[in-house]
């Protein structure tokens, strides 16, 4: 399984790094910074503000889950497996913290899922509901898509941020739609 992995994850960045032109180098250095903690905290930060003073607090509660769960967990686990970042000669970022997982990955699925799932709460139309979602899983393809490209993350670790984002989504998505108080739950998405 190990081996597959490592196959996977060298299949990718050979991938990548055959695509590199400086019109995509451009545009991924731009849609990585939409997955930067610094850029999801303050945007995320926004927003809990106008649920906070609209008194829509189980919501803001939610937000605050998905940002800080997902965050505390990407640390522990960068901490406890400390895996080192692809050794790629010209990588186009320079990062310090260990590889896996991918907390901008970690970020698009936990953060920008919460928030557009509450977004979706509060939309009309199937046409709109599908925008949103499409845009949402759009952008976190593209994040995660970003971190190989620019050579440092490993698409393993991608994938994991992936799933550590859709574990904090789930826990935050059902305190949304199961455990509100009843006026206050948003419509799923799914």
Not at 142 to 150: F, V
Request: net charge positive; hydrophobic share 55%.
């Amino acid at each position: 399984m190990f081996e597959l992995i490592t196959t996977l994850d060298a299949s990718a960045q050979a991938f990548a790094e055959a695509l590199r032109a400086p019109l995509l180098t451009s545009f991924f250095q731009i849609i990585t910074e939409a997955g930067n903690l610094l850029v999801v905290s303050f945007i995320t930060t926004v927003i809990i503000s106008y649920f906070l003073l609209r008194r829509q607090h189980t919501v803001a509660i939610a937000l605050v889950a998905a940002l800080a769960g997902t965050t505390i967990t990407v640390a522990l686990l960068k901490f406890g497996i400390g895996r080192a970042r692809p050794d790629v000669l010209g990588a186009l970022v320079v990062e310090h913290l260990s590889s896996f997982p991918s907390l901008h990955a970690a970020l698009s699925v936990g953060v920008y899922g919460v928030l557009a799932h509450i977004a979706v709460g509060r939309l009309r139309t199937d046409a709109s509901v599908f925008a949103v979602g499409a845009l949402c899983v759009t952008l976190a393809l593209l994040i995660g898509m970003s971190r190989i490209y620019l050579g440092v993350h490993y698409l393993s670790d991608v994938l994991g941020g992936y799933l550590v984002g859709l574990a904090w989504y789930l826990t935050a998505t059902h305190y949304l739609t199961n455990r509100a108080p009843r006026w206050t739950r948003v419509r799923s998405m799914v």
